[in-house]
C-alpha cells in the first residue's frame, strides 16, 4: 500500500494549506518590517512567494502588492538557465531584474533562495521589492523620458548575491555605487534576503513535519486542486470568441501616438479526464508596437495582468498558484507594447499593464455581463527627491484614483487600480513629514470625478505637497488625457492633472510624464488623479442615491441638477432636505 499523502485528510491537507500561505505571508512581512526605504515600511510594497524545483508557483502572499503574481514565477526560470541546480549550495541566494527575462524593470529586485531536503534542491523562496534607488537618470526609478533600459538603471542577470552563506561583496559593492542612497538600497537588499531565508525555514520545517516525499504530493494535491477549481469556473463562461481594447494617453515621448492594447478572448471547454474542463486563451497579438518610451510591459507583467483580469470573473477564493495559471493561455506578440524587444524601456509598464486588465475584462464583460465593469484610474507614481547627493533623501510614492463602476454597485473611491495593492501601499503622511522636508496641505476625493451613470464611478483625489527645500520631481500619469471610460451610457469619469502653486500663488502646468523637475522650497507640488468610468444611463440612477451622493459631498448640487435631474429644494443643506 502506498504512504498516505496529506491530500488523503482533509484536515491534514487544509493544515498544509495554510502553513505554506502563511510561510510566504510572513517572509513579506519580514520584508516590510526590516526595509530601509519610506515606501516599503510604511506601504507595505513588497512580494513574497514559494516555488518548486520546475518554477512551479506554490503560494504567493497576498495581503501585499499583487502586481508581482507572475513576476517570482516568470523569473525563476531565468536563474535556473544561468546556474546548474545541482550545482547550487546550501545558503545561496540569486538576485536579478532583467524585465526581458521575467524581472520588471530595474528598481524592482527578485530575490531567490534554493530550499534543500537531503541534500537535494526542493523548492525556492522568493521576495521582491521596489528598492529606493538603483540608478538611472532620475532617482527613485520613475524615468519616464528613458527610452531604452539602460537610462531606468542597473541591470542584473541572475547573478550570486551570496555563495554558500556568504556576501559576494563584489556585487554588494556594485549595488550600493549605482545608488543615490546606497544604504537603504543595501538595508532593502537585506531585507530581501531576510524574506528568503525565513521562507526557507519554513519549508525545512514542514519537510521535517510531513517528509519530503509526504510534502511534494501534498503541494502536487493543493496546485491540482486550485486548477480544478479555476477550470470549472472558466466552464461558467459563456462559450465564444469576445474583443476588448483599451487606449493609453502616450508614451511621453511621441506625442502623437495613442497606443492601444488589443486582446481576442476565447473562452471554450475541453474534454478532460473527470469530464468538460473550462479553458481560456487571450491572444494579444493585435496590440500596437513597443513604444519609444518607457510604457512598455515585460512578459512577466502583461501576464499578471492578463491572469488578474481572468480572476476577476471567476471564484476570489481560489488560491494564487500555479493551478491559477495552467487552464489560462496568453499569447504575447514579440515586439509589441506587452512584449517589447530590448533595450526597449519598461519602466513604467504600469500603463500598458493596467490596459491589459480593461481589455480583458471590457471582453469578458460581455461573457458574463454581471460583472461588467467601466474603465478604472491608473496609479499615479511620483518621486520627490534631493537636488543633489550631498544631503540625499527621496520620497517614492503613488497616489491612486477611482474604480469603474461594476453592475450592481458603484465604483470605490481613492482604492487603486486593479490588482496594484491599493491605499495599503500609500505610506501614512505623519510618518513621512516626520522623515521628510515635506508637508502634506491636503489629500481629498474629488466631488464629481467619478463618472455618471445608472452606478457611479469612484471618486479621485487631490493631494498636495509643500516642498521644504528644493526638490527634483519626477511623474508618471496616464488618464490626464483621455479619462477612463464610461459603459453602456455611463459617462467618462473626471480626467486628472498635476500643476505646481509657486511661492507667489501662481500655477504652471506640468506635463504627465517627465523627470528631473526642479521645484523650489516652499512651492506645492498638486496631483489629481482620475476619476472611475460609469455604468449605465445617468437618467437611470436611482434618486435616493443621487441624495446620499449630495450628503456625502461625492456629487455637487450643480452636477445633480444638470446629469441627474436631481435639484434640491430651496433652503435644503447637504446634509439633507427635499428633492425637487
Known sequence: ????????????????????????????????????????????????????????????????????????????????????????????????NDCFRGGIHANDLLVFRPVFVDGRVEWFTGTLIHVA?????????????????????????????????????DLHRLLALNSRTPERVLGDVQ????????????????????????????????????????????????????????????????????????????????????????????????????????????????????????RCFVDPTIPMNEGCFAPVEVVFRKGSLLDPNPPAACGGRVVAVTAVCEAVVEALGRARPDHATAASSVIHPYTLAAPSRLDPWLLLSYEYGGLGARRGSDGPSATGAFFLGGRNVVPQVEALEAMLPIRFECQRLLPDSGGAGRWRGGLGVETRIRVLQDAELAVRNDRVVLPPCGREGGRDGLAGEQYVIGVDGATRPLPAKAANLRLAADECFVLTTSGGGGLGPPAERDRERVLEDLAEGFVTPQAAAAVYGVELAPHATSSGGRAS
Open 1 to 96: 500500500m502506498p504512504p498516505s499523502t496529506p491530500a488523503d485528510d482533509p484536515l491534514e491537507a487544509e493544515i498544509l494549506r495554510h502553513a505554506l500561505r502563511i510561510a510566504a505571508e510572513e517572509a513579506s512581512i519580514v520584508v516590510v518590517q526590516s526595509a530601509h526605504s519610506a515606501m516599503i515600511v510604511e506601504g507595505a510594497d513588497a512580494c513574497a512567494g514559494i516555488l518548486d524545483r520546475e518554477a512551479r508557483l506554490v503560494t504567493l502572499s497576498t495581503a501585499t502588492n499583487l502586481m508581482h503574481a507572475s513576476s517570482l514565477r516568470c523569473s525563476l526560470p531565468a536563474v535556473l538557465a544561468d546556474h546548474d541546480v545541482e550545482a547550487m549550495q546550501p545558503g545561496d541566494v540569486f538576485v536579478m
Open 191 to 310: 531585507a530581501l534576503v531576510a524574506g528568503v531565508n525565513v521562507a526557507a525555514e519554513r519549508m525545512v520545517d514542514l519537510a521535517g513535519r510531513f517528509g519530503g516525499e509526504r510534502l511534494k504530493a501534498g503541494i502536487d494535491a493543493y496546485l491540482t486542486g486550485a486548477e480544478r477549481r479555476m477550470r470549472a469556473e472558466l466552464a461558467r463562461l459563456e462559450t465564444g470568441t469576445y474583443q476588448g481594447a483599451y487606449t493609453l494617453d502616450g508614451d511621453g515621448i511621441d506625442l502623437e501616438r495613442r497606443p492601444v492594447v488589443r486582446v481576442e478572448v476565447r473562452v471554450g471547454r475541453r474534454p478532460g479526464r473527470e469530464g468538460e474542463e473550462g479553458t481560456i486563451e487571450l491572444d494579444f497579438s493585435a496590440t500596437d508596437d513597443q513604444a519609444l518610451g518607457a510604457i512598455n510591459a515585460g512578459f512577466s507583467q502583461a501576464l499578471t495582468g492578463a491572469v488578474y483580469a481572468v
Open 133 to 169: 534607488d538603483l540608478g538611472g537618470s532620475s532617482a527613485g526609478g520613475i524615468v519616464p523620458s528613458a527610452t531604452d533600459v539602460f537610462a531606468e538603471g542597473l541591470q542584473l542577470p541572475p547573478v550570486l548575491l551570496y555563495a554558500a552563506g556568504e556576501p559576494v561583496r
